[in-house]
């Protein structure tokens, strides 16, 4: 018995470490957020653990919604310093950061992401509108006669419009957990939904039923939820010369000899149109940062600084070598100027 | 003894009863051949069921192994460049001092883009001179420094050296990517193949072991990014593992099968281990995130509570284990033991806990290396996230093996793809040491009764 007595001891001493080892003050910033985000956020951070005296800052991938939910926990160490999220804080989630005691909260806009709709090389390249893409993956479409609305009848893309490819409708997607998905529902779908006087009259009559509408994915299996992994979208397009796919535009750009973009309201995904706007399914991409931690955890303003440089996040930084679609020069100045102030949010 | 000896009677009589009544079996009929032909048929179908069900595991393996070794294999090498570099006194050593300070911070990164512009001085507008620096890895002006910092002799000289490759052009090395297809959809343009083919006709292009995929932390530039950062994190939440679950495990599995009372209270605990067994694992993550974050607030991402974490999930498996080979060991020798005047004690750990040892420490490698494939529960105590610096010990910020392969799996950049499925092979390797550790431990303390 005597071995088990010094294992429990050791187990005691164990702890007894751990918990001392918390008490003492963390020197390195810690991020949560949002896996679009993340990519870009892990490169600054990389650089900025190189070319700076700061330890490296620890990134985790929790999505949007999650980041926000362990930002807005409360002030103090064990709380994350900064998050990011590929759209915008919700007013919901200011008020539950107040309530918990983030009251300043920078934002910081990094740039934009373009949401692409690619298929196979080898497979014919789609130009569609949005309210094609809405007739193909809503769960209720308008009848022929525009009347009431119809669980979705579509299986080719030919019975939407004539012009298009003699294809089955097989769209591999992010489930409703991901953030791609959110913005591909309010980019596409709910923009759509209103161009159809059936649906765009339930808006006054009856508010829960236009939502449902607007927001419905098939799941008939037409549209295949393929999990948050868009390499393995990738994979299974390359695979499956029928299927669509929808990521995020920096996957297009990894994998441009295998894939192409489709032209959504006539315009092809490019950096440059993602950039300039024409591209119309982009979203803004962000991160936030608790200003109560700016001084007591080392590096912050230094890590704001580095990701706002136009090094990284200029037209020609090494953050547009990874996808991310800057902002104009005017706009990045003016964000520049309101981060490095820590100008907090106000909504 | 009666009642056996009584029953064997009857057994006998009612043969001879039978046999009076029957006639004997014709072996030859037609009847009797058509019968044993149809069980002999029936045994070689129940065979082939078994053979094919083997064939069909083993082809799974087979294809598994395929498609991880061809796609990683080439991770293990990576592409190196040869280029003529200036140690300018300028640049590093404006003022002659030698100082290390100096020299640590002094511009390589200029150096490297000052040699790519001297091999290919054609090169001219602002776009195309970025192109050509991505030739070199950006981890390459950090070789430099080192070897600088190492060797200040080196300064004024100019040498032929070889600088690590950037991704892309490590990935047009291994094939990866075509030189075939069109060129606005590739991510080399032309001029860069055309750079490619200067320097591969003038043999500066080679691929060497690569090292740094072993001695690395994660990275975002694919040619840097290393599996060892991930291995200690694994080590060391492992280690927190073992050192809480075996203990633990093993003293309950002892008081279960040796001393604890034969109850209702008993039973309800067996039963609830038995549970605990089969409950999914990341319901130990939420338990984690609770207990150990929230009430005693450890630090996120640390391997202490990622250790914590999967002991509780070690816990079940390592009793079961150990209480079936606690039962194992004969009662002969714990009756033999307490007849010779041992305390139960001595008799539990002189006797019973030795001989039960092989079966125990099986349970428990195959529970740690169910502990080392895990990512869900980790998930939830922050341990998947990007981690740069190899931990130093279990309260930095670390990840796992299994995590890394998800994180690279993920990312958008080509050369992950081989950099992941290399990455499993390792964990693989891990695996099959653990097991064969097992397998080993089992023959050299297996004792027979």
Redesign the interface.
Known sequence: ?GI?MK??L??AA?AS???T??AHA?D?I?I?GS?TV??F???V??EF??TTSF??P????TGSGGGLKLFCAGVGE?NPDITNASRRIKKSEVETCAKNGVEAITEVKIGYDGIVLANS?DAPLFELTKEQIFLALAKTVPSKDGKELIDNPYKNWKEIDPTLPDEKIEVLGPPPTSGTRDAFTELVLEEACNEFPAIAALKDSDKAMHKAACAGVREDGAYIEAG?????IVQKLEANPIALGIF?F??L?????KL?GSKIGGVAPTFEAISDGSYPVSRSLYFYVKNAHVGTIPGMEEYVAQFTADKAWGE?GYLAD??LIPMDTAEREQVREAAKNLTPLSM | MTDMASLMEDRAAANADASDQRKPVDWDSADMSRSIKKRYAAERRFKTYGLTAIMLALAALVLLGYSIISKGYSAFVQTYVQIELTFDPAVIDPDGTRDPAVLGRANYDGLIKDALRARFPDVTS??EK?KLYGIISSGAS?DLREQVLDKPSLIGQTRKLWLISGDDFDMLNKGY??AD??E????LDDDEIGWFQTLQSANAIEKRFHTRFFTNGD???PELAGIWGAAVGSFYTLI?TL??SF?IGV?AAIYLEEFAPKNRLTQIIEVNINNLAAVPSIVFGLLGLELY?NV???????P?VGGLTLALMTLPTIIIASRAAIKAVPPSIRQAALGLGASP?QTV?HHVLPLAMPGILTGTIIGMAQALGETAPLLMI?M??????IPGS??D?ATVLPVQIY?W??????AF?EKTSAAIMVLLAFLILMNGLAVFLRKKFERKW
């Open positions: 018995m088990y294992k429990t050791a187990i164990l470490v751990a918990l080892g918390a963390r390195q810690r949560v896996s993340f990519p956020a892990t490169a951070a990389e653990g190189k330890k490296t620890v990134i985790e991938s064990q090389k948050e992994n868009d390499n393995l995020g920096s996957f750009d990894q994998n441009g000899d192409h020609e990874r996808g | 602002r776009s970025r950090y990517i075509s297809t069109q606005a959809s590739r991510r990275s975002r530039e927190v050192l809480l203990p003293a974050l005693m607030h450890l630090p996120r991402s640390a202490v004690v750990s922050g998947v996230a990007f981690i740069v610096d279990a309260m910020a994180l799996a993920d990312s958008p950049e080509r793809v």
